[in-house]
């Protein structure tokens, strides 16, 4: 009862000094002796700058898309409002070999609100299925960087000795050899068009990067003052690295995986425009780009929507990954 009476009155005294008004960057900022209540999502969302929130928005809209595609496909059938991404809307003439007597490139209408591409095909229902191609790119390397690369750094940046010796020599061996290259002699050798084998190949490549970046921050933590007293008290090693090293250092992990997932996604397009990536007729937004690219004179504008897209997209995890950056580095000048 007397410490819950001591931290209402110590609470009691910052509201006094501060007046009550807190401003942008001190709401990162935990003071001293306060224990900092839990934010849900819709406060950290209100603390955002205008611009990341419309990043957010934008992030949320395509997650939304590619799963809204997915269940057209997988779950109902085709049934649902979206056109078939593979139909050639103007028919085709196996005498001539030629498509029908329709327009092949239409221009946005109701009815197709991107228009169709050089073979008839809906582009905005082939924008949808590629988002789904980027998203699941995206997640499962981020997926495979956080868990494993992060695991790794954590440990390393707290054991340290031999263990992180040797471990981070073949980091650095991974990181001397240029991952794209490697990727493209692995796709080209073994012939892999699947989807969530080229993504989980991504995510192993990601791994270097991942763990560098939280072995940094785990040395950060590992001398602060109350990863010390854990030791002095005897604490077992594995429940330091579970209770202090390991949620300290997510976050910072957490703002490196947004800005680090458009790099992925680049990575992604450029496979797909090589013809490299998930197998045709599958959409993406790189092959999109590149099966376009030949009607750029006729219509610009199905190489530019995908495009758009790929620009918008990067643009936007950057923005929230800098954001989550800042908030992740106010927090730790507060421990």
Not at 125 to 134: F, K, N, Q, W
Not at 137 to 163: D, M, P
Not at 209 to 218: D, G, I, L
Not at 310 to 330: K, W, Y
Request: proline residues 4%.
């Amino acid at each position: 009862m007397a410490t819950t009476e001591f931290d209402d009155a110590q609470n009691a005294e910052i509201v006094a000094h501060t007046g009550g008004r807190v401003s942008e960057e001190e709401t990162f900022v935990i003071p001293q002796g306060v224990k900092p209540p839990r934010k849900s999502v819709w406060a950290v969302f209100k603390e955002m700058p205008l611009l990341v929130k419309i990043s957010t928005i934008w992030l949320v809209v395509l997650l939304l898309s590619a799963l809204y595609a997915q269940l057209d496909v997988r779950v109902f059938n085709g049934s649902l409002p979206l056109a078939d991404p593979n139909l050639q809307l103007n028919g085709f003439n196996p005498k001539t070999g030629e498509f029908g007597t329709g327009s092949v490139l239409e221009s946005p209408s109701w009815q197709h609100p991107l228009g169709t591409d050089a073979l008839a095909r809906d582009t905005f229902s082939r924008a949808l299925h590629g988002t789904y191609v980027s998203v699941v790119v995206a997640i499962v390397s981020v997926t495979c960087g956080v868990i494993v690369g992060g695991l790794l750094g954590s440990l390393v940046g707290f054991v340290r000795g031999k263990t992180e010796t040797g471990l981070m020599a073949m980091i650095d061996v991974l990181l001397a050899f240029p991952a794209l290259v490697l990727l493209l002699a692995l796709i080209s050798i073994f012939e892999v068009r699947d989807l969530f084998v080229i993504s989980f190949v991504i995510g192993l490549l990601s791994i270097p990067a991942y763990t560098r970046v939280s072995r940094a921050n785990s040395l950060a933590i590992s001398n602060r003052e109350f990863v010390t007293a854990a030791e002095a008290i005897g604490t077992k090693k594995w429940t330091i690295l579970r209770r202090e090293i390991i949620p300290n250092v997510m976050p910072t992990l957490f703002a490196y995986a947004m800005v680090a997932a458009a790099a992925v996604i680049v990575v992604e397009g450029t496979l797909s425009f090589l013809g490299l990536s998930v197998q045709l007729p599958t959409s993406t937004w790189g092959n999109m780009i590149n099966q376009a690219r030949r009607d750029i004179k006729v219509d610009f504008g199905q190489v530019l929507y995908p495009a758009l897209l790929l620009t918008f997209t990067v643009l936007a995890l950057n923005q929230v990954g800098d954001f989550f950056q800042r908030r992740s580095a106010h927090r730790a000048s507060s421990l």
